[in-house]
């Protein structure tokens, strides 16, 4: 056992950043506490309407000059943060594995996606560019120009805590536009220490403010006339009733990325080792608690007689319970652990209760969490290892709900088309995986699923910076996505001029 080095040694008290100072708020203040071992790691202010609306009226103010440098200009602040972020790139990860309680391995992986987007976004003099067509009639030209809009709200959630943020900021900036940003206030501290990166790559004062807090600052964000539009990723509860909502009242623009219920599909010809290790990593990386994360694993079998599909059903399944079994649960900056703790007790508490509430709607409980052991000597209060529940049915909340926990659901299905009827009984569309080895199969699941991200033969299927990050149904609320084209577009308002000279 090799506990890395922890960057934060002293309780931080944490302040907010407005139009380029570091700003103590007036608001109480929460506790961040360290999941894996219960010392506190920083004191956040759960900041008030005024401090909010203060971010605003910066931000508003910085947006005129801003907005008049040049992309190249823009792009090259991006350059410089991008540089000190891959400089930083060791310290940002173990803070991220202190504040939430990931392993350092999905932390440095959280810290290469999120700075991939500042690399694309430094792409903005192409991004950006507009088009045009000569002579729609005679001696007339018509072109479109992208411009941006002013002041964006971005709202984190807790499970990616340094890369969440940066599917929207860098893109919201590159194209010209300041932001306020409200990181969760569970585990708010790679994103301060993003702020200062960006303040030491010379992004101005007023373009990219950052304040702590909850319900307060973001009822602030979504009443504020002067914000023009929204970046949530978080619950389908407060996404679709609270954000999606009050937005359509106020006309704001918005990108709302919600909750999920992912099903992995196990065919027969799937290659077993391969896809058993994909599922470890898409069930309990990052302990469950992630959008992307398969909860759902159904056994196929398609061509398959009754007894064949049994067969091939507890062949999944053993395998997939061994390898579980084997997950090492401790200290996330300990590099031998697989698995960290879930971010806070009352998480755990929920995960517990979907647990007994598994028992008592029938499903069979064939590997419990609620029994582990830890590497080391730490606290248990905010572990718990992975679970298996066998016997599920598509009525049980154990299959339809989202966990956000090391929780996984076996089922089976007689074909692929009765699968797929499965993933849309759920509410949620987010994503989902295929593992098999025909190309028709693939095919078909691709064309049909109701679900923004796919993966074939893969687990995670996360999609990278240039690429829009989707979801469907009750996964996502509005129109344009975050990360690559998409957000440049959502940043942007289309301008179209027609010319004619005398
Ligand atoms: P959450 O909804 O509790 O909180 C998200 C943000 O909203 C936080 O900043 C929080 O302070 C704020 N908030 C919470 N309650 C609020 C309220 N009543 N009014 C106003 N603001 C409120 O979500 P979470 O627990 O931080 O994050 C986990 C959720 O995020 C999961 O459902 C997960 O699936 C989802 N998620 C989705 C994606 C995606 O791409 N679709 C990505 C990451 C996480």
Redesign the pocket.
């Known amino acids: 056992m090799a506990v890395l080095k922890e960057p934060i040694e002293e309780a931080l008290q944490l302040r907010n950043y407005i139009d380029g100072e570091w700003v103590e708020s007036e608001g109480e203040t929460k506790e961040v506490v360290n999941p894996a071992t219960g010392k506190v790691i920083a004191e956040v202010p759960i900041s008030t309407k005024d401090e909010i609306e203060e971010a605003v009226e910066a931000a508003k103010e910085a947006y005129p000059d801003w907005r008049r440098t040049p992309p190249l200009a823009r792009a090259r602040c991006l350059f410089r943060l991008k540089e000190l972020l891959e400089e930083n790139f060791e310290e940002l990860s173990r803070i991220q594995t202190m504040e939430h309680g990931k392993t350092i391995d999905e932390s440095r992986g959280e810290t290469r996606r999120g700075i991939e987007m500042v690399e694309v976004a430094t792409g903005i003099p192409s991004l950006m560019m507009g088009c045009n067509l000569e002579d729609i009639a005679s001696g007339i030209d018509e072109y479109l120009i992208r411009q941006p809009l002013g002041v964006f709200g971005i709202?984190?959630?807790?499970?990616?805590p340094f890369m969440?943020p940066l599917w929207f900021a860098p893109f919201a900036v590159a194209t010209g536009n300041c932001i306020v940003l409200?990181?969760?206030?569970?585990d708010p501290l790679s994103q301060i220490k993003i702020v200062e990166l960006a303040e030491e790559a010379g992004i101005p004062p007023g373009v990219w403010n950052l304040v702590n807090g909850?319900?307060t600052v973001?009822?602030g964000m979504l009443d504020h006339p002067d914000i023009k539009g929204i970046c949530?990723?978080?619950?389908?509860p407060?996404?679709r009733d609270?954000i999606y909502r009050r937005c359509g009242e106020t006309g704001k623009r918005v990108i709302v990325?919600?909750?999920?219920k992912n099903f992995a599909l196990v065919m027969p010809d799937a290659d077993l080792e391969s896809t058993i290790a994909a599922c470890m990593t898409s069930f309990y990386g990052n302990t469950g608690q992630r959008?992307l994360a398969n909860a759902n694993l159904v056994v196929v079998g398609e061509g398959l007689s009754e007894q064949e599909l049994e067969a091939f059903y507890k062949k999944v399944v053993d395998a997939f319970v061994a390898s579980a079994s084997k997950i090492r649960m401790g200290y996330g900056l300990d590099d031998t652990v697989h698995m960290g703790p879930l971010r806070d007790e009352g998480k755990k508490e929920n995960v517990l209760q979907y647990v007994e509430k598994g028992i008592e709607e029938g499903a069979t409980l064939t590997l419990d969490g609620r029994q582990f052991e830890l590497v080391e000597d730490l606290p248990e209060a905010c572990f718990v290892g992975p679970t298996v529940f066998e016997d599920v049915t598509l009525d049980m909340a154990i299959a339809k709900e989202?966990i956000?926990g090391p929780v996984a659901c076996m089922m089976k299905a007689t074909s692929l088309d009765e699968a797929i009827g499965m993933i849309h009984q759920i509410p949620f569309g987010?994503a989902a995986s295929i593992f098999t080895g025909s190309g028709k199969w693939a095919r078909e699941f691709q064309y049909r699923v109701e679900c923004g991200n796919i993966g074939i033969n893969v687990g995670i299927a996360a999609p990278m910076a240039f690429f829009p990050?989707s979801?469907m149904k009750d996964?996502?609320f509005g129109t344009l996505h975050g990360q690559g084209p998409e957000a440049i577009r959502f940043f942007t308002e289309s301008k179209v001029v027609i010319q004619r000279w005398f």
């Open positions: 709202i984190g959630p807790f499970n990616f969440v409200k990181p969760s206030s569970e909850g319900r973001v009822s949530f990723v978080g619950s389908t407060v996404g609270v990325m919600c909750g999920a959008c989202e956000f987010n990050f979801g996964s996502f």
